[in-house]
Nanobody
């Protein structure tokens, strides 16, 4: 069982930056692939970025490539998402998710087993 707690969301102007954090409980965090998803009102939850258990492989949605960076610190049981050059269309609730024991970085919501409660990111124009 893994419990995930996101933090770092907030209100920012377009062009600004934020860093989201997701702290995980448990002693086996390093064996989990991690993902960041987002869900805007009236829209489906979509993947933003994902990272393998080792940090050696990453995946980014086309809409955030070059602007967002996912990273992890297994010693701190934490995964991060750096959001740069934010746009109003990035406004959403951002969720982190965990999937145990996979070599390939999971890219769909259905592949993840554990979810955090979400943190709101609002980008004003």
């Amino acid at each position: 069982q893994v419990q995930l707690v996101e933090s770092g969301g907030g209100l920012v102007q377009a062009g600004g930056s934020l860093r989201l954090s997701c702290a995980a409980s448990g002693r086996t965090f390093s064996s989990y692939a991690m993902g960041w998803f987002r869900q805007a009102p009236g829209k489906e939850r979509e993947i933003v970025a994902a990272i393998s258990w080792s940090g050696g492989s990453t995946y980014y949605a086309d809409s955030v490539k070059g602007r967002f960076t996912i990273s992890r610190d297994n010693a701190k049981n934490t995964v991060y998402l750096r959001l740069n050059s934010l746009k109003p269309e990035d406004t959403a609730v951002y969720y982190c998710a965990a999937r145990k024991g996979t070599v390939v970085v999971p890219r769909t919501r259905y592949e993840y087993e554990y979810w955090g409660q979400g943190t709101q990111v609002t980008v004003s124009s």
